[in-house]
């Protein structure tokens, strides 16, 4: 069996994103009758992370047990370089210094003898392992093992040049720092055979951006399209985003309001009934709030359930300050500022018309909203391994 493997950046979407696309590449590989490859993904979050892949692809691990792996040791390379108990700008300047070394290391491991396990913990080792394709999304290593797609919601290097432009104190990390590490995010993403980017992504809301490579094109949103859900539950929010202080006086009006809180983590979130993040689909959802992550983001406008994000804290990741401007002027959501629920909801039902149009219009101009099947039949136009 030849093999795929994976490249992302640091959180719960990257990971699930891009072995989304790979499970797409497989799905039509197969429609055309090539045969299907292994798909070897970091495990960078140890038992959570093996938890949420099994939730989210359970159905397939029974059809096709063993195709996905897991790599404990490739995870803990990418663990070094990713944001994790830092601050952003001490998880910069980690990254600036390490990248080099980090992406050697990942390459020698990659080469040699490899100790993997499937989903369901059973143990899978491989040597001199055939891989025919990296898929990369807003990765932070070179692993030069495979030619890369990497399938996207925007280019690092040109969220931190966009970063350059704003005061430090809206975007609180040092500006020396800033341009080394453009420096690195451009020979990583310059290593790519092909970049598809997602619309909506980060920067769409400017109306005269221009290409950032020669060889990226746009595609739909990179999530498997909601499916309906109409089960019966109490009208309420679904909240993934923790830590933010103020929250607890919205939850305070939402039970105020009869409204139920739900979420994928009821320890985090007080009072919440649990429930996986499709559920987000329901009708009796009637906003998300999450950060402005692209998987979140998605979700909500696929589904037509708006969305409330959190405002930006200057020190955090600067693709969080433009992915909320991006929220906020198309449409998409709104940035919470102390407003109270009532007001929120009010603002939130305005939006869903538009939201709605938004996708007709994206289904027009590409034929389907399915961002990952389109992304994987343009990576096998694009990279035609037998």
């Known amino acids: 069996m030849r093999f795929m493997v994976t490249n992302f950046a640091y959180g719960t979407g990257p990971y699930l994103r891009t072995t989304e696309v790979a499970l797409a590449v497989n799905r039509e590989r ?8 292994g798909i070897i993904v970091p495990l960078v979050y140890g038992a959570k992370q093996r938890r949420i892949m099994l939730e989210e692809f359970g159905e397939y691990v029974q059809e096709y047990p063993g195709e996905i792996l897991l790599d404990q040791t490739l995870g803990d390379i990418l663990t070094t370089v990713f944001y994790g108990d830092n601050t952003y ?31 369901l913990g059973e143990h899978r080792d491989l040597r001199d392992v055939d891989f025919v394709i990296e898929l990369s ?16 919601f925007g280019y690092i290097s040109e969220i931190l040049r966009h970063a350059l432009e704003e005061p430090e104190s809206v975007i609180a990390v040092d500006r020396s720092l800033v341009r080394r590490a453009i420096v690195v995010a451009e020979e990583i ?18 109306p005269a951006r221009a290409l950032r490579y020669p060889t990226e094109e746009a595609i739909p949103p990179t999530i498997p399209p909601p499916s309906p859900d109409h089960a019966l539950m109490g009208d309420g929010i679904y909240v993934t985003v923790t830590g933010i202080p103020g929250l607890e006086r919205l ?19 007080p009072a919440s009934e649990r429930l996986l993040p499709h559920a987000v689909v329901n009708p009796h959802i009637k906003l998300q709030f999450a950060r402005s992550g692209w998987g979140s983001v998605w979700l909500s406008q696929l589904s037509g359930t708006p969305l409330v994000v959190p405002d930006f804290d200057p020190a955090d990741d600067p693709e969080i300050y433009f992915n909320n401007r991006c929220v906020e002027m198309l449409g998409l959501g709104i940035v919470w500022r102390g407003q109270s629920l009532v007001e929120i909801l009010a603002d939130a039902e ?14 027009r101009r590409f034929g389907t909203l399915d961002g990952n099947r389109y992304a994987a039949q343009r990576i096998i136009d694009k990279f035609p391994i037998m």
């Open 251 to 269: 939850y305070r009006e939402a039970e105020a309001l009869g409204m139920k809180l739900y979420s994928n983590d009821p320890k985090a979130i």
């Open 350 to 363: 305005k939006l869903r018309p538009g939201i709605q149009k938004r996708n007709r219009d994206l289904e």
């Open 30 to 37: 197969e429609s055309r009758g090539l045969e299907r490859w």
């Open 89 to 119: 700008a001490a998880a910069l300047e980690a990254w600036v210094d390490t990248y080099e070394r980090a992406s050697r290391e990942a390459h020698r491991h990659l080469v040699g003898y490899l100790e993997l396990e499937t989903l």
């Open 137 to 152: 999304r807003a990765a932070r290593l070179s692993y030069r093992v495979a030619p890369i797609a990497n399938v996207t």
């Open 189 to 206: 993403e310059g290593g790519a055979e092909w970049h598809g980017l997602a619309e909506p992504s980060t920067f769409s809301y400017l």
